[in-house]
């Protein structure tokens, strides 16, 4: 009964036709390896990326300002360092099939994934913008440093994940949400 209701929510259609519709993108887009994420290169990458982001940078698409994105961005790197402790919301699917397509396979976040709850901000939500990019830039420190799986904490949607899937996700996350400010 828990996979028929876990297979049956909207926001798990949401992301599978999001899926879909990334599908000819697949094949020209250029693929990422999550040991990349592992290096200084990647942090300075990241952080002159994030200088011209500020609070009134805004997006191209999404409701989150830049603050709330940095806070969204936070939540889901901190949580898998330990920094932020969010509820499990996986199932048999997003732990196989969706973990499989969004990290293995997809080389990019396609547009339109559904969020699970834990990482959600609510867009009502006030966030300190110079907070949020100074733990983003704590987080990112300590996340580039985590070569080994065991130094990172199970994915609240995605289960287990090795410390080169937890690099390729970041990459591949991170990069999303900061072309989704022009960065």
């Not at 699970?116 to 939500?125: D, K, L």
């Not at 904490?153 to 400010?181: M, N, R, T, V």
Request: glycine share 6%; aromatic share 16%; net charge positive.
């Amino acid at each position: 009964m828990k996979y028929k209701n876990a297979f049956f929510t909207p926001e798990l259609w949401h992301s599978f036709l999001a899926l879909l519709r990334y599908i000819p993108k697949y094949f020209v887009a250029k693929r990422v390896s999550g040991e990349a994420f592992f290096s200084a290169k990647t942090y300075r990458r990241f952080e002159g990326r994030l200088i011209r982001l500020n609070p009134s940078s805004h997006s191209n698409w999404g409701k989150m300002d830049a603050a709330q994105m940095l806070h969204h961005l936070n939540l889901s790197m901190g949580s898998g360092q330990g920094y932020y402790f969010l509820p499990d919301e996986s199932n048999f699917l997003s732990r196989s099939l969706i973990k499989w397509i969004v990290i293995d396979l997809y080389s990019e976040q396609p547009k339109g994934l559904e969020l699970p709850i834990g990482m959600a901000v609510s867009h009502e939500n006030y966030c300190n913008f110079d907070f949020e990019k100074t733990r983003f830039l704590e987080i990112l420190d300590k996340a580039v440093s985590s070569t080994a799986s065991k130094q990172w904490q199970p994915h609240c949607y995605f289960g287990i994940l090795s410390a080169s899937e937890w690099g390729k996700l970041c990459l591949i996350h991170i990069d999303y949400h900061l072309k989704q400010f022009n960065c």
